[in-house]
C-alpha cells in the first residue's frame, strides 16, 4: 500500500542512508536477517551487507529463510537466497516448516511458525537481534486491519521499529520506507527476487486492503499518513504507558500476594489510565494472557459499578483473580481449576 505519486517514493536507496536505516542496530553483537526472497527481505539482505561492509565495527550478520511448503516454488526460492547471501560472504540458513499445515488461518500460523523458527535459531547462533523488511506499506496494512478490529491506541500504533519479544529485539529498519523504493533498488542492482502470488489472492485480508488502497488515497488515506498517524499514537501510547506505570507505583497497597491498589485513588484515575493498571496486573498474575481488551473493559466497567454502590467483587480473567473490597483492588493469579474428573470423584464419595 504505497502512495504511487510521489517521485522520491520510485528512487533507489542509495548508500549515504544507510547510516540512518541501520545506525540504530549497530551495538548488536549478532544479527539474523529474516530473507524470504521477497523484494523487501531481499533488499534487506543486500542493504544490511552494503551497511556493515562501510563500517569497521558493528554486528555480525546471519540470514535465515524459511521453505514454507506452502508453495512448489519455495525451496527454489530459498535457494537463490543462499546462493545470494554467499555472495555477499553472510552465512545463511535453511529453515524447513515441517508437519501438517493448517486448513484454515494458514498466514497466521505461518507467521507464527516463522517467528518461532528464528527466534530458536536466533538462540542456537547466539543472535541478539532479529532483523525484518517491514515497510511503510506493511504498518499502513496492519493499522488499517487494527481500526477494523477496533484496536486500542497500543494496536493503532502499529509495527514498532524495535522492540522486545521472547528475549530477542525485533528490528525493523525499513518502517518509513515504501516498497516502491526497495524493488527500485534491487532493480538498478539487477539482483533478482521472487514475487508471493498469494500476495494478491483476495481471500487473504492484506490482499484486500491492498485493492482498496487506491481509493483510500484517493481521499488522503494513504500508506504516508496512516504510518503518520502510527508514530503519533505511538508517541501518546508511550507517555500513557509511563503515566500509567507511575500512578500503578504510588497506588499500590501492601498485600502478601499478587498487585495490590488503592481502592478510592484508583477509581479517582483517569479510564485509560485505570484501563491500563487493570490489564498489567492480568498480565502479569494471570497464566493465560495476554487479556482481550474488550474483556479488561467490561471488567472495569463492573468494577467501576462495584465500587459505586459499596459492593465488593470477585472475578477472574485470564488466569488472574480481581478482587474488589472498600480500602483495595487486589489481582492476583487465580487458583487452579478443578478438573471435571476430580469434581465427579469428590461427588461420589459416601
Given amino acids: ?57 558493528g554486528p555480525e550478520l546471519v540470514a535465515a529463510t524459511i521453505d514454507h511448503r506452502l508453495r512448489a516454488a519455495s525451496k527454489a526460492e530459498a535457494n537463490v537466497v543462499a546462493k545470494l547471501a554467499a555472495s555477499l560472504g553472510i552465512p545463511h540458513h535453511i529453515l524447513e516448516w515441517k508437519g501438517k499445515k493448517p486448513i484454515t488461518g494458514v498466514q497466521e500460523a505461518a507467521r507464527d511458525a516463522r517467528f518461532e523458527m528464528f527466534s530458536q535459531l536466533a538462540k542456537e547462533i547466539g543472535a541478539d537481534t532479529l532483523m525484518t523488511a517491514h515497510t511503510r506499506d506493511d504498518q499502513a496494512e496492519t493499522v488499517l486491519h487494527r481500526m477494523g478490529r477496533g484496536s486500542g491506541i497500543g494496536g493503532l500504533a502499529g509495527i514498532r521499529r524495535v522492540h522486545k519479544r521472547g528475549g530477542i529485539f525485533l528490528a525493523r529498519p525499513f518502517l518509513d520506507l515504501p516498497k516502491t523504493r526497495l524493488i527500485a533498488t534491487l532493480k538498478k542492482l539487477r539482483i533478482q527476487f521472487a514475487s508471493d502470488p498469494t500476495n494478491n489472492d483476495t481471500k487473504y485480508l492484506r490482499a484486500r486492503l491492498r485493492k482498496l488502497a487506491p481509493l483510500l488515497a484517493k481521499e488522503g488515506i494513504d500508506a504516508a499518513n496512516l504510518t503518520l498517524m502510527a508514530k503519533r499514537l505511538a508517541r ?20 502478601d500476594e499478587g498487585r495490590a491498589f488503592e481502592a478510592r485513588g484508583f477509581f479517582l484515575m483517569p479510564e485509560e489510565i485505570g484501563l491500563r493498571i487493570l490489564r498489567d496486573s492480568v498480565d502479569a498474575e494471570g497464566i493465560e494472557g495476554p487479556a482481550e481488551l ?14 459505586r454502590t459499596g459492593q465488593g467483587q470477585k472475578r477472574t480473567l485470564a488466569g488472574a483473580l480481581v478482587t474488589l473490597s472498600e480500602a483495595a483492588l487486589v489481582v492476583a493469579a487465580a487458583p487452579p481449576r478443578k478438573s471435571a474428573s476430580n469434581m465427579v470423584k469428590k461427588a461420589r464419595k459416601p
Fill in 236 to 255: 501518546a501510547n508511550a507517555a500513557l504507558s509511563r503515566l500509567s506505570d507511575e500512578a500503578a507505583f504510588a497506588l499500590r497497597a501492601d498485600r
Fill in 1 to 57: 500500500m504505497n502512495k504511487s505519486g510521489s517521485v522520491a517514493d520510485k528512487a533507489p536507496v542509495a548508500e549515504s542512508e544507510l547510516s540512518a536505516l541501520f545506525g540504530d542496530f549497530a551495538n548488536s553483537r549478532k544479527t539474523l536477517l529474516a530473507v524470504s526472497g521477497g523484494p523487501d527481505s531481499t533488499a534487506l539482505l543486500v542493504l544490511a551487507a552494503k551497511w556493515r561492509a562501510k563500517r569497521d565495527g
Fill in 294 to 307: 474488550a474483556k479488561v473493559e467490561a471488567l472495569y466497567d463492573s468494577l467501576v459499578t462495584a465500587h
